[in-house]
T-cell receptor, first 111, second 116 residues
């Protein structure tokens, strides 16, 4: 079993839809949670960073972490065709810098 | 101005060959990483260096040997290439401190390796 599980998609939505992307993790030591976005043939780039449980909002993006259920979510409001990419969740414990990534969910926003 | 650069971008080679991938960052970061991304987009840490010191060495065949001549460079040498080594290899760097600013990893564009 992978430490971070993510539905690979693809997920196809119309422009303007609210998108919900989710991950589950198994390692109770994970404290830091991130979402990276990866466009085709590019390296991942950080979208959201959260520590422990709770919500964090940044523009159209909201990240949620529920440590009791080991569930990580990313919501995208008013989705745009430019949001079409693969979204990778990532986590790590304290002390260890390396991230454990999910396998990514491919999102397509149709104009 | 590229923050994290990798060379080459594409590498096609025969099984059994030895090849190197180079990575350079101009961000002044202390920590650098090598990741392997397979065909299913699964991104897995291989190595990490902090100020030229190896701090993470995952379960990777010893045919893979990283080398950090200085903190701005982290190279990856692969001996006796195998078909299963075909993947995209990403270099990344971070400040190496806790917190969003400190540990945001900046990724290079990737090196697409195809072993025939």
């Amino acid at each position: 079993q992978k430490e971070v599980e993510q539905d690979p998609g693809p997920l196809s939505v119309p422009e303007g839809a609210i998108v919900s992307l989710n991950c589950t993790y198994s390692n109770s030591a994970f404290q830091y949670f991130m979402w990276y976005r990866q466009y085709s043939r590019k390296g991942p780039e950080l979208l959201m960073y959260t520590y422990s449980s709770g919500n964090k909002e940044d523009g159209r993006f909201t990240a949620q972490v529920d440590k009791s259920s080991k569930y990580i979510s990313l919501f995208i409001r008013d989705s745009q065709p430019s949001d079409s990419a693969t979204y990778l969740c990532a986590s790590r414990g304290t002390g260890r810098r390396a991230l454990t990534f999910g396998s990514g969910t491919r999102l397509q926003v149709q104009p | 101005d590229t923050a994290v650069s990798q060379t080459p971008k594409y590498l096609v080679t025969q099984m059994g060959n030895d090849k190197s991938i180079k990575c350079e960052q101009n961000l002044g970061h202390d920590t650098m990483y090598w990741y392997k991304q397979d065909s299913k987009k699964f991104l897995k840490i291989m190595f990490s260096y902090n100020n030229k010191e190896l701090i993470i060495n995952e379960t990777v065949p010893n045919r893979f040997s990283p080398k950090s001549p200085d903190k701005a460079h982290l190279n990856l040498h692969i001996n006796s290439l195998e078909l299963g080594d075909s993947a995209v290899y990403f270099c990344a760097s971070s400040l190496g401190k806790t917190g969003a600013l400190g540990e945001t990893q900046y990724f290079g564009p990737g090196t697409r390796l195809l072993v025939l």
